[in-house]
Nanobody, 121 residues
């Protein structure tokens, strides 16, 4: 089984920065496409950023130029550097991974439990 665990969330003032980490553990052969989502209270879960197995990235318009997604395959980890944070970035941030599990011919979809990011003065 595979588990994704997010860390790095917290309270930050507008204009500040946070770096989120997502560590995958378990019977992992390799990480495929990875992504960060976020969900604010009363709103749908929103795709924030994606990174493919070939290191191609894509971002929601609302975070372009401010957020950067990256990955470290050797550490089975994905990161989200968030700069110039705004109050509207406040949400629970979730790590998503399409993971090739050891001894399993099919990829599995996995979600972390989420980490709270609050942007407030």
């Amino acid at each position: 089984q595979v588990h994704l665990v997010e860390s790095g969330g917290g309270l930050v003032q507008p204009g500040g920065s946070l770096r989120l980490s997502c560590a995958a553990s378990g019977s992992i052969f390799r990480l495929s496409a990875m992504a960060w989502y976020r969900q604010a209270p009363g709103k749908r879960r929103e795709l924030v950023a994606t990174i493919t197995s070939e290191d191609n990235t894509n971002y929601a318009d609302s975070v372009k130029g401010r957020f950067t997604i990256s990955r470290d395959n050797a550490k089975n980890a994905v990161y989200l550097q968030m700069n110039s944070l705004k109050p509207e970035d406040t949400a629970v941030y979730y790590c998503y991974g399409a993971v090739v599990v050891a001894h399993n011919p099919a990829m599995g979809d996995y979600w972390g439990q989420g980490t709270q990011v609050t942007v407030s003065s």
